[in-house]
């Protein structure tokens, strides 16, 4: 975290706010950009800014702990028909569904305050106008080690042993 976000989270000056946003990257389709707020920001992203449209955006920031599951629950009411569309069909397909989550300072909107989280979709609740969505980091608990696996296919020489 840079030195200035954490003056804001330690005391909260006035005129400083954080303004949590949310990039949701379905294949295949334009990305759902979406900031905490009333009014649309321009936020940087890479160098470059683009449109985040303002929305009650409510997040829960995954522990910080050893328990290997780390999740990122959000919440968005007053989703428009196009996103919702767009979002049922990726989880329908099975697609991988990316989610970037940035916090950004009033006083410099040219880059997040601090690295982005970025976790894959594990789920989705449409209920009304409003979405409720889960996401998560790479479980690293339940990844194989070694990664690649010796089988007959791809080290001949293992049948003999």
Request: net charge negative; glycine share 8%; proline share 7%.
């Amino acid at each position: 975290m840079t030195t200035l976000l954490n003056i804001v989270y330690a005391s909260a000056p006035t005129g400083e706010l954080i303004i949590p946003s949310l990039e949701i990257l379905i294949p295949g389709t334009d990305p759902i950009r979406v900031c905490n707020g009333f009014e649309d920001q321009w936020l940087g992203v890479a160098g470059q800014y683009f449109l985040f449209e303002a929305t009650p955006l409510a997040v829960a920031l995954p522990s910080k702990n050893t328990s290997g599951q780390q999740t990122l629950s959000f919440g968005i009411p007053g989703v428009s028909g196009r996103a919702e569309r767009q979002v049922d069909h990726a989880l329908e397909t099975g697609a991988q569904v990316k989610l970037i989550y940035r916090e950004y300072l009033e006083s410099d909107k040219s880059a997040p305050a601090r690295r982005p989280y970025v976790m894959t979709m594990a789920g989705g609740v449409f209920e009304g106008p409003e979405v409720s969505f889960e996401a998560s980091y790479y479980d690293l608990l339940n990844t194989a080690w070694p990664r690649e696996r010796y089988t007959a296919e791809s080290a001949p020489g293992i049948k003999y042993l």
